[in-house]
């Protein structure tokens, strides 16, 4: 039988039969229902809301079971709200909703349990006085009081529900109870949280006892620590038997270092004094303070410079490399004049295998001073130059200090290989933090986010090294004093495997020395047909692999004590073909097909420009995976001989007759600049006039519209190539003259090289002499 009746919605409370209850009621729907049930003299529905947060709840919002109260008081309070004492009379279960402006009600089916005895039930209501006795007593929020009128409770459903109202429960799983039926099933819910809380209430208890036993040990021990330390000052004891914490002050107080920085490793000391050994922060002022006592604050390397000496240990060590070894032995001839000088900043350039790296361990051994590298290839946060801040867990020193703690002195030959591989992202940019320690204004007060405290560079001679430029942000470049190192030649390349690498690898590979003779031929067919690179690199590696198949052939043959000449008809038996081809790019003049020089990150490489026409429509095709620049520089080159039609013997409109195709060979590989300017302009006019190129001739240079010839950078990379390619004859911008003393002497002598300021004199040297083309009778 269902009857209606006024709902009032609960936030986050499930009102239980048998349960009094006092309610602060201030929504106006919910006023409205009590008013209603007070005047009606009827009881109100109380349902429970499933989200505690909707202030205006609908039908959707709320449980299908609730509980049937009588209100059985009501006060008006002064700010509007209603204060009710309500009790839980029975269950009911909502069948339908009733429409009404001013509150809800609804159709409710009450569900009343009916009293039935039976030996189940007996059992329930037993195991249920007895779990609730023993949650009791673990949970000091329920009084003895509260424990003493259930005991005397004889109905089991309003012992049920009593208990209920007393259990720590989330509203949901109230709410699960109170609709549970029959009651044999509810109380059996009862009894599982019942269960589940004593568990829980145990297991707390004995997590409480460890924490509580291992505060008790920390605190004896620090209460004992004390005493011993009492004890210790009492009878006197001192220098003879310091504990750990008064050795560490004695060093502090006779390192030497600044003011400032005694000061604050002291302070620091104190408050490690008064902290308890076990506590995490006692490791991080110990490691802090540790960090400042280890690092060489005044203690410096005692060197006396011997000028000569030092230019003849690096000679000793490289091949070469003479302008870098000008400005070292410049700088230790002021280093030995003056008694301090701002370290000077060097950065050297070039390509890989030249020996930037090892020529920086080779100034360290000719100043005396001990020698520091740290690799920068692939950094890209800024903490690893200047540290993390002490605030973080694991914090550390960035690289540059602890370089410093390992070498223990405050001036060495501080090495940072490979400046221009360095990267940046959201942790930062390391490129930024490097302008304070390489500017020699600066890095005298070098600050570390760790050490917090400022750190002299300026005695460290720092050498950075990179293979070009492009990577290093310009304000970087400006700090640093840039000495370009170009490739070997091939006659030092010669020197330096005859000298050094062939030796070295005989006694890595467990030949004596003379056991393995390579003439130089067979040296050069090495260089020349299995390496192209501007350093010796390759060329190690080469002659390591020989020294392998001989080893191999003279232990299968057993021919132990045999010695081997190697010449340059039998380095194919050992290496098999050659990689590389050698000799002239071309070896007759070709219309349509320009040698052009260009500079790559290992040295320089001639460049094969070739043109093709074919009747057409005037389109331009450019292919060899060209840049935008190159691209735009045939671009160029076609539009200057365009305006040059005339002169050349060409008809105006000729481009829209032709379709012209421009590649340059070798297509897998990325090609980007503007030299190639003048070698696409030579291959365009050659085909289009039909006139070879000198194949011995090789030339570079930017062009611009008007035939003017720009300069161009690299220019000793690109005349080694010349000079490894055979040509003879080579063609430079006029403005590149300056950079011609450069160039080493040898490959100055062994070629011709023209400056040239316009295209025509390009035309008119690179191209076979045409009798009738006004372009060679000027």
């Known amino acids: 039988m269902t009857k209606l009746y006024p709902l009032m919605p609960l936030r986050d409370l499930v ?17 409205q229902a009590l008013e209603d049930a007070m005047e009606k003299k009827t009881d109100i529905l109380l349902v429970t809301q499933k989200k505690s947060v909707v202030d205006d709840p609908a039908i959707e919002d709320l449980y299908d079971f609730g509980t049937l109260a009588t209100v059985m008081q009501l006060l008006r309070l002064p700010d509007g709200t209603i204060k009710a004492l309500v009790e839980g009379k029975s269950r009911a279960k909502i069948i339908s ?6 509150f809800l009600q609804a159709e409710v089916e009450e569900r009343i349990d009916i009293h039935e005895h039976s030996a189940a039930l007996q059992a329930y209501e037993r195991e249920l006085r007895k779990f609730f ?44 109870i109170l609709e549970a039926e029959p009651l044999t099933n509810r109380m059996e819910k009862v009894l599982d949280i019942l269960n589940r809380e004593i568990e829980l209430a145990e297991i707390e208890k004995n997590i409480n006892a460890k924490v509580k036993m291992r505060m008790g040990k920390t605190q004896r021990d620090y209460y004992l620590g004390e005493k011993v330390r009492e004890i210790q000052t009492e009878i006197g004891q001192n220098a003879d038997g310091l504990d750990e914490l008064g050795e560490l002050e004695q060093t502090i107080k006779n390192k030497e270092m600044p003011v400032l920085a005694k000061e604050k490793a002291l302070k620091e000391f104190k408050k490690l004094r008064s902290m308890p050994p076990m506590s995490a922060e006692t490791t991080v002022v110990r490691n802090y303070i540790d960090c400042i006592v280890n690092l060489p ?33 410049e700088y230790l001839a002021v280093q030995s004049q003056v008694k301090k000088i701002k370290g000077p900043i060097l950065c050297l350039v070039g390509p890989p295998g030249v020996g930037k790296t090892s020529i920086c361990q080779s100034i360290a051994r000719a100043m005396g001073r001990k020698f520091a590298r740290l690799s920068l290839g692939g950094v890209r946060d800024e903490a690893e130059i ?40 959201f942790r930062g940019d390391p490129s930024s933090a490097l302008l304070e320690v390489l500017d020699p204004e600066q890095n005298v007060a070098f600050n570390d ?44 390349k010669l020197r330096i495997a005859d000298g050094f690498l062939i030796p070295k690898q005989l006694e890595q590979n467990g030949f004596k020395n003379g056991d393995i003779q390579l003439s130089d031929g067979a040296i050069f067919e090495i260089i020349r047909r299995y390496t192209r690179e501007a350093g010796v690199r390759n060329l190690e590696r080469i002659i390591a692999s020989l020294c392998r198949k001989i080893a191999r052939e003279r232990l299968k043959k057993k021919l132990k004590g045999k010695k081997y000449q190697v010449n340059a008809q039998s380095i194919a038996k050992y290496l098999g073909t050659p990689k590389y081809r050698f000799g002239l790019a071309e070896e007759n003049d070709e219309i349509g097909l320009a040698t052009g020089l260009a500079w790559t ?19 331009l095709t450019i292919t060899g995976k060209l840049g935008d620049v190159m691209q735009e520089s045939a671009q160029a080159a076609l539009s200057y001989v365009r305006t040059r039609a005339k002169v050349l013997g060409l008809d105006e409109d000729f481009y829209q007759k032709l379709d012209i195709h421009i590649h340059v060979p070798e297509g897998a590989i990325p090609k980007d600049g503007p030299s190639a300017g003048i070698t696409m302009a030579t291959s365009l ?34 005349l080694l190539a010349a000079k490894r390619g055979n040509i003879t004859h080579v063609l430079v911008p006029k403005d590149n003259e300056r950079d011609l003393n450069d160039v080493p002497a040898k490959i100055r002598k062994s070629l011709k090289i023209d400056f040239v300021n316009h295209m025509d004199e390009v035309l008119g040297q690179a191209l076979a002499a045409k009798p009738g083309n006004a372009l060679f009778e000027q």
């Open 133 to 176: 006795d023993e949650f009791a007593t673990t949970n000091k929020k329920i009084g003895r009081e509260v424990l003493n009128s259930v005991k005397a409770i004889e109905n089991p459903f309003k012992l049920l529900n009593i208990i209920c109202a007393h259990l720590p429960l989330k509203s949901d799983e109230k709410q699960i």
């Open 601 to 619: 990150e290992v040295g320089g490489e001639l460049l094969q420009i070739e043109v093709s026409l074919m009747p057409g429509s005037g389109k």
């Open 15 to 31: 009102i239980f039969p048998h349960m009094v209850a006092p309610l602060v009621v201030g929504r106006k729907k919910s006023i």
């Open 297 to 329: 604050w005044e203690k410096k390397s005692k060197s006396k410079i011997d000028i000569n000496k030092a230019e003849k240990i690096l000679d000793e060590d490289h091949f070469g490399l003479a302008k870098t070894k000008e400005r070292i032995l």
């Open 97 to 102: 909703y009733v429409p009404n402006d001013n």
């Open 386 to 425: 200047r540290g993390h801040r002490r605030t973080y867990i694991g914090a550390m020193p960035g690289k540059i200090i602890q370089s410093m703690q390992k070498v223990d002195v405050a001036n060495p030959v501080f090495c940072l290989d490979e400046v221009d591989k360095m990267s940046m992202d």
């Open 449 to 492: 986010h760790y050490l917090d405290i400022d750190y002299d560079l300026s005695e460290v001679f720092f050498i950075t090294t990179a293979n070009n430029l492009h990577g290093i942000p310009i304000p970087l470049q400006d700090r640093m004093e840039i000495i370009q190192i170009s490739g070997y030649t091939e006659e030092d």
């Open 685 to 718: 006019v050659s085909a289009l006039i039909k006139t070879p190129v000198k194949h011995h001739l090789a030339m570079t240079g930017e062009i611009t519209l008007r035939g003017r010839i720009l300069p161009i950078g690299g220019l000793t990379e690109k």
